[in-house]
């Protein structure tokens, strides 16, 4: 999204009210960011954050068959 803004990573971070450093470890893959900042993030773009039950977890709260 801050590529197809053509925003460096620096003025992305200032605009979504994260650390810079934040930007380049999600960006390289090294973090996980949190609800919060998912949402911070997401929601001018129409993102929401949820969860997602996965297909053959629908029957088992562990996941696993019986």
Same mark, same amino acid.
């Given at each position: 999204?801050?590529?197809?803004?053509?925003? *460096?990573? $620096?003025?992305?971070?200032?605009? @979504?009210?994260?650390?810079?450093?934040?930007? %380049?470890?999600? !960006? +390289?893959?090294?973090?996980?960011?949190?609800?919060? *900042?998912? $949402?911070?993030?997401?929601?001018? @773009?129409?993102?929401?954050?949820?969860?997602? %039950?996965?297909? !053959? +977890?629908?029957?088992?709260?562990?996941?696993?068959?019986?």
């Amino acid at each position: 999204m801050r590529q197809a803004l053509g925003m *460096t990573q $620096a003025r992305f971070a200032q605009t @979504f009210k994260v650390t810079r450093r934040l930007i %380049v470890e999600l !960006e +390289a893959g090294t973090a996980n960011p949190t609800a919060e *900042t998912l $949402a911070k993030i997401g929601k001018p @773009f129409g993102y929401q954050v949820g969860f997602v %039950v996965r297909k !053959e +977890a629908a029957g088992s709260p562990s996941g696993e068959e019986d």
